[in-house]
């Protein structure tokens, strides 16, 4: 008997967990795996090395077809600076429109997929068998982004970081379109007092449950 295919989308707030979560749920099901993050930080690190200004949403949209493999693939993207540029493309309605087909084709695909990002679960794949809103205290938040940059930046203050992630919490949420919000049907997993295993242990089991597989 064939199965429908499985798709489960993770949503929530910059440093929440879901990334890695996702990536072992991805696996564990043996499903393609998709950080829409990435796109809107390719997206922001090409209007700042073009210097296509953020007030120009025709020219920003146009960087959406620009996104190569190998663009993806660069450090740069994932650092501090590139996730504050993506968050402010993301805001541009544009920007989110030109991004749209890439990520609803690859969360429909036969084989089902497995999405992170803000409005997967609301916008992208309303329709997902499982959705997760993953949280937690933004200072739980910014502490695990601090361990994860100060590595290669040692002087990085995690005050900065906190403040970082309280603007990109701000600007995420409050933006007109498709905001970062949980979907009426999301299950909320917070892994403010979780560590990494327990945090994969109850995704788990929220997806097991849900999804029946
Ligand atoms: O998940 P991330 O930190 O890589 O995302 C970077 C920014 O991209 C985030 O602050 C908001 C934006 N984003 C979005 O608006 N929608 C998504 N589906 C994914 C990311």
Do not use: C
Request: avoid cysteine; hydrophobic fraction near 45%; glycine fraction near 8%.
């Amino acid at each position: 008997m064939t199965q429908t295919p499985l798709i489960i989308a993770f949503d929530g707030p910059a440093a929440s967990g879901k990334g890695t979560l996702a990536t072992v749920i991805a696996a564990d099901y043996g499903l393609p795996f998709l950080d829409t993050g990435l796109l809107y930080r390719a997206v922001g690190h090409l209007a700042f090395h073009n210097d296509v200004p953020l007030h120009d949403p025709a020219a920003l949209s146009e960087l959406a077809g620009e996104i190569t493999p190998e663009l993806l693939a660069l450090d740069a993207l994932r650092g501090r600076e590139a996730g504050e540029r993506a968050s402010q493309v993301a805001a541009v309605p544009e920007v989110r429109a030109a991004l749209n087909a890439f990520q609803t084709g690859f969360a429909n695909q036969p084989a089902g997929a497995v999405l992170d990002g803000r409005d997967i679960g609301t916008v992208i794949a309303p329709h997902a068998h499982v959705k997760i809103f993953v949280t937690a205290a933004p200072e739980v938040r910014a502490h695990r982004r601090w361990l994860q940059l100060s590595k290669a930046n040692p002087a990085l203050a995690p005050g900065d970081v906190l403040n970082d992630i309280r603007i990109r919490d701000a600007r995420d949420s409050g933006r007109a379109d498709a905001p970062l919000e949980m979907a009426a049907d999301a299950l909320l997993l917070d892994t403010s007092d979780l560590g990494i295993e327990a945090a994969i242990a109850a995704a788990r089991s929220l997806v097991k449950d849900r999804s029946g597989r």
